[in-house]
């Protein structure tokens, strides 16, 4: 098995426990309600929660893929840009 194939492996395996995680701990967040015939419903997501939460996993993305580059000259630690 080559690299790129365990690396999508690992970040799949990785991510899935990370989704079945964030799921979990929304469903013991929110109130789980109960209509006129028994189905039970979640709460409508509010938009700007929604935006936001977005937007955090886009940032963490972004860190993700920044991670195995290395910093350009003249911009690393302690230097001006």
């Not at 080559?2 to 426990?17: E, F, P, S």
């Not at 964030?22 to 700007?48: F, K, N, T, W």
């Amino acid at each position: 098995m080559n690299l790129r194939t365990r690396v999508m492996i690992i970040g799949g395996v990785v991510g899935a426990l990370l989704g079945v995680s964030a799921a979990h701990l929304y469903l013991r967040s929110v109130p789980i309600e109960v209509d006129g015939e028994g189905q039970e419903r979640l709460p409508s997501i509010q938009p700007g929660k929604a935006l936001t939460v977005g937007l955090g996993l886009l940032t963490v993305l972004k860190h993700i893929t920044g991670l195995g580059q290395s910093p350009e000259r003249g911009q690393g630690r302690g230097q001006k840009r």
